[in-house]
């Protein structure tokens, strides 16, 4: 089947625009995950939601970062009034389940998408 | 601070031989760990895992190792191939937490 995707590939917005990058999971994935990877780095969490429910967004770096999965399958990652520091390849990680699994805890693999490669100028 | 610690930004390995790919954390509620392999302009996919309950997974040419009392990780690839080459991250997850928390990456070459 698909994989997750995302939209568009490569975006680049001048300082101080808005930008919303898209997310669309593998069909009935329960999680979402959003990521943000700057150059040379390894990803960095953002967010994560469950179903439509946002549980974790302690990794948005500002208020200017906002994310919403309104129906519990896509979604939607929005900055506001770009910075350059905003700049980074943002990715998109879905998994099936919630965390049942082994031992009464178990883990999900997360299933991660191409990114989009952000660029303020 | 950083985690999730991969050391060795850059490895190259001859076709046919081991490679050995290392990771430390520094979290120790940190219960799951997962390696990750990323080509260019794609998203990274999921190679190998392991719990803290195990010291050692196994999947084909891919071996993990745990060393839970010196907060060590590491990926073996026997033997590897031209089609290994890539960058490889280390991910670690707390329990109760969904989210993975990254190293920097180590991009392997691997040659003919």
């Known amino acids: 089947g698909a994989g997750v995707s995302q939209s568009p590939r490569y975006k680049v917005a001048k300082r101080g625009q808005d930008v919303a990058l898209r997310c669309d999971p593998i069909?009935?994935?329960?999680?979402l995950f959003w990521y943000q990877q700057a150059l040379g780095q390894g990803p960095e969490f953002l967010t994560y939601?469950?179903?439509?429910?946002?549980?974790?967004k302690s990794g948005l770096p500002s208020d200017r970062f906002f994310a919403e999965r309104p129906e519990g399958s896509v979604s939607t990652l929005k900055i506001q009034r770009t910075q350059q520091e905003d700049s980074a390849v943002y990715l998109c990680?879905?998994?099936?389940?919630?965390?049942?699994?082994?031992?009464?805890?178990?883990?999900?693999?997360?299933?991660f998408g191409p990114g989009t490669r952000l660029t303020v100028l | 601070d950083q985690q999730v610690k991969q050391n060795s930004p850059s490895l190259s390995v001859q076709e046919g031989r081991i490679s050995i790919l290392n990771c430390d954390y520094t979290?120790?509620?940190?219960?799951?760990f997962l390696w990750y392999k990323k080509y260019p302009a794609e998203g990274p996919t999921f190679l190998i895992s392991?719990?803290?309950?195990?010291d050692k997974n196994e999947d084909g040419r891919f071996t993990v190792f745990l060393n839970k009392s010196a907060k060590h990780l590491s990926l073996h690839i026997v033997p590897s191939q031209p089609g290994d080459s890539a960058v490889y991250f280390c991910?670690?997850?707390?329990?109760?937490?969904?989210?993975?928390?990254f190293g920097q990456g180590t991009r392997l070459t691997i040659n003919p």
């Open positions: 990680a879905s998994s099936l389940g919630a965390g049942q699994g082994y031992g009464g805890r178990g883990f999900n693999e997360q299933f």
């Open positions: 392991i719990s803290s309950i195990k």
């Open positions: 939601f469950q179903n439509e429910a946002q549980l974790d």
């Open positions: 069909s009935g994935h329960v999680s």
């Open positions: 979290n120790s509620m940190f219960d799951y």
């Open positions: 991910a670690a997850s707390a329990y109760g937490a969904q989210k993975l928390v």
